[in-house]
């Protein structure tokens, strides 16, 4: 069974409200007015006061000062199957040279050991089941952390 139908269903007018509404143009910028007060953490052992932080107060020890390790060169880059580092270490500390891959992952340590002040060269091997590609080479003396990017052939 068929059945005809005659009546249209897109055959419809257009909608007269929507022609003779105009948008309204905004001259000015809204502006958000608030008063937010300022972060203050709580003083504990081992943390800085806020105020000491803004201030700029000079008791404050330099980091520039506390700084142990500068990588000077990581070559050759691209890397084959050797790396070279040269570095400068100002106490006697230990060092950890790790390659991590894009998403931060630990892949190889290349070396955990505890070194003498001074400038230092180290060569490494890289292993032969890292695939080519972009990897960190992370470098940690102490508490601080040098990252250094490579790209392995």
Avoid: H, W
């Avoid at 001259?27 to 803004?54: E, F, M, R």
């Avoid at 590609?133 to 940690?140: D, E, N, P, R, T």
Wanted: glycine share 4%; net charge positive.
């Amino acid at each position: 069974m068929s059945v005809l139908c005659s009546v249209s269903v897109f055959g419809q007018r257009t909608d007269s409200s929507t022609t003779s509404i105009r948008a309204k143009k905004i001259n000015k910028t809204p502006q958000i007015k608030a008063s937010v007060p300022t972060y203050k953490p709580k003083y504990a052992v081992g943390y800085l006061q806020y105020n000491d932080l803004i201030s700029g107060n000079k008791s404050l020890t330099n980091p520039k000062q506390e700084k142990i390790l500068t990588v000077l060169k990581v070559y050759p880059n691209p890397v084959d199957d050797q790396i070279n580092l040269i570095l400068r270490i100002d106490r006697e500390s230990n060092l950890s040279v790790k390659i991590m891959d894009l998403l931060g992952n630990e892949v190889v340590t290349l070396s955990n050991e505890r070194i003498p002040a001074g400038e230092q060269t180290k060569s490494y091997t890289i292993p032969n089941r890292l695939n080519s590609g972009i990897y960190f080479l992370k470098i940690m003396s102490g508490a601080e952390t040098v990252v250094k990017r490579i790209s392995v052939l």
